[in-house]
C-alpha cells in the first residue's frame, strides 16, 4: 500500500477526478469487490455492518460537490469546527474522532489539504501523517 501511494502523481486532467480505489458506488460502502463479492472475509462482521447501516444497496445517490453547492463555493466556507464532522454507520469513527480533535486547531486540518482551490475535475489530495511524517 505505501509502495502505491508513494507512486503516484497528483491527478491533473480536466475530466471528473473518479478514485479506482474508493469510485462513487455502493461497492465502496459496502466493502465488495469489483465483481461484487465481499472483500471482508469475515461473514459475521460483514452481516453486521450492514444491519448497523440502516440502508441497502442502491439506497446511496453519489454527487459532486458542485452539483450539491452549484457553481460558487469554498473548500471552507466558514470556519473550520468539530460540528463539521459528522459520524455515519462505515465505521470510521476512529478516523472522524481524530479530524474532530484537529478541528481545536484549525491550521492543522488545512494542512491536510494539497490545495485549497475548488477543482473543475473535483480532485482534492488530503495528505494524512504519522506523528508528522508521511508515511
Given amino acids: ?9 497528483p491527478y491533473s486532467g480536466d475530466q471528473l477526478y473518479v ?3 474508493f469510485p462513487p458506488n455502493d ?9 461484487g463479492s ?3 472475509s469475515n461473514k459475521n462482521r460483514y452481516k453486521e ?16 460537490a458542485r452539483e450539491i453547492f452549484g457553481e460558487k463555493y469554498t473548500i471552507f466556507e466558514s470556519g473550520i469546527s468539530m460540528n463539521d464532522v459528522n459520524q455515519g454507520g462505515i ?4 478516523l472522524l474522532a481524530t479530524f474532530a480533535a ?23 489530495e488530503v495528505v494524512l501523517n504519522i506523528n508528522g511524517v508521511w508515511q
Fill in 91 to 94: 465505521g470510521n469513527c476512529y
Fill in 1 to 9: 500500500v505505501k509502495e502505491y501511494f508513494r507512486n503516484q502523481k
Fill in 49 to 64: 455492518s450492514i444491519a448497523d447501516f440502516g440502508f441497502k444497496k442502491g439506497d446511496i445517490i453519489w454527487r459532486t
Fill in 102 to 124: 484537529l478541528c481545536e486547531i484549525p491550521e492543522l486540518i488545512v494542512g491536510l489539504f494539497r490545495t485549497l482551490k475548488v477543482t473543475k475535475n473535483g480532485y482534492y
Fill in 38 to 40: 465481499i472483500y471482508d
Fill in 19 to 21: 478514485d479506482d480505489i
Fill in 27 to 35: 461497492n465502496s460502502i459496502f466493502g465488495l469487490n469489483k465483481d
